[in-house]
């Protein structure tokens, strides 16, 4: 059996650029590719359970990589050739309780 190991995604990281005239901060999004993203389907538990949190539906969980330090809450995501978008709370697991190489997970709903 060999080693596990995840799919390159695109991740959609926001960079403020300035603020409007309200002071609010303006952002654009600028890909960014994260290696080693492991992407299953999101279980049907997992779906009721957000779907009642946050009135969306998970399509897939993607494990992030140890030491990625990149935002993934309220992120867009590209993979399989579509794009996504993350919601909820990023799952974090003490990385040295984690036995593989993934402590991190967040659902994503389909986007666009």
Known sequence: MGKITGITVTLYEKQQTGVDGAHRP????VPVK?????????????????????GKKAVYTLCIPKGDTHNWENS???FFDHKFKSFGFVQ???????PLSWNKKVLVDRYG
């Open 26 to 29: 303006i952002y654009k999004e």
């Open 34 to 54: 994260v290696d080693n993203v492991i992407v299953y389907p999101t279980s049907s538990d997992d779906i009721v359970t957000e779907t009642d949190l946050e």
């Open 76 to 78: 867009v995501v590209e």
């Open 92 to 98: 974090e697991f003490q990385e040295e309780l984690v």
